[in-house]
């Protein structure tokens, strides 16, 4: 039986090859972090504060929203929905949840008041920031499509 005279050079090539590939993952091919978060530790530390005291009450403290709000209630508006990844705020980019910040939630069915004049526009970010950081990673990074687009 013949037996090709390379053979340990060629395992050798296919052991290297598979090392190089492993060591390639998304983020080294495309040089994007996808864990990455668009905000400074500073903004998230003064939005978890911003938040507690501008969001939680109506929002709850995880973001989790209020139980029903997806049916309006007595007053004809709808509850504080999730902002928390688990309902539609992912969907929203960047700009228009600053400016649902900004000027509220009455033009979408809610009593969310505008913070316009109340927090600056560097302090909504930062609240913008606080419940994005109880996305998980998946939810983020489809938001970061969006956010893109």
């Avoid at 190089?20 to 939005?47: F, H, M, V």
């Avoid at 507690?52 to 709000?69: F, M, Q, V, Y």
């Avoid at 109340?118 to 109880?134: G, K, M, N, P």
């Amino acid at each position: 039986m013949l037996k090709p005279k390379f053979v340990p050079a060629r395992w050798v090539l296919v052991i290297a090859a598979v090392g190089i590939l492993s060591a390639c993952s998304d983020e080294k091919i495309t040089g994007l972090n996808l864990s990455a978060r668009w905000y400074s530790p500073e903004q998230l530390s003064q939005g978890k504060a911003l938040f507690t005291n501008n969001c939680a009450a109506c929002h709850g403290a995880l973001g989790e929203g209020a139980k029903d709000w997806k049916t309006v209630d007595k007053n004809g508006f709808f509850p504080a929905p999730p902002i928390n990844g688990s309902a539609h705020a992912w969907h929203h980019s960047l700009e228009v949840l600053l400016r649902t910040v900004n000027a509220g939630g009455a033009s979408l069915g809610g009593s969310m008041p505008g913070f316009q004049g109340s927090l600056t526009e560097s302090e909504q970010r930062s609240v913008i920031a606080a419940f994005q950081d109880y996305w998980p990673d998946d939810i983020y990074q489809k938001w970061r499509v969006i956010n893109s687009r």
